[in-house]
């Protein structure tokens, strides 16, 4: 998708070999093709003979699940800790999953916000959700856009 067809901000254009594209629009592209389809698997039977979750399923969940912010006032510290109880993502598998457990992981203040606006958040909603200027939500989901899509590299 190039810049001029959709209507983000121009500050989440990032030029890439086929011309500017929207930054965002990649990410959540990305991150919407790593959903998984099925949600049981039917044909895998766990030994009591119920059906058995897709283990896709399961580390996506789990990966949906390391994405939730810090509790207000939780030290990075123990968030991580936390955190470390659950699968993490794989690089290869899931990048764009991977891309923002890292940034939540690394700086959730940058992660919160363009997690919001992947979900399909507009900026203004994200600006009255997490109280920050339209213009601070503008530079924060620039820098995670950019921060996310070089985990990804």
């Known amino acids: ?5 959709h ?3 121009p500050i989440y254009l990032i030029r890439m070999r086929s011309g500017l594209q929207c930054g965002l629009c990649i990410l959540r592209d990305a991150f919407e093709t790593e959903i998984p389809k099925r949600l049981v698997e039917f044909g895998q039977l766990a030994e009591n003979g119920d059906p058995q979750m897709s283990g896709e399923f399961v580390a996506h969940l789990e ?5 939730k912010a810090p509790l207000p006032g939780q030290s990075l510290r123990s968030y991580r800790r936390a955190r470390g109880q659950l699968r993490k993502p794989s690089r290869q598998h899931l990048p764009a999953m991977y891309a923002l457990w890292t940034l939540m992981g ?16 507009t900026e ?7 109280d920050m200027s339209l213009y601070n939500v503008h530079i924060t989901v620039a820098k995670g856009v950019r921060t996310a899509l070089r985990y990804i590299r």
């Open 106 to 121: 690394d700086q959730p203040p940058m992660a919160k916000p363009l997690l919001r606006m992947m979900l399909g958040a």
């Open 124 to 130: 203004s909603d994200v600006s009255k959700e997490l």
């Open 63 to 67: 990966a949906a699940l390391g994405m």
């Open 1 to 5: 998708m190039d810049g001029s067809s």
């Open 7 to 9: 209507s983000h901000s």
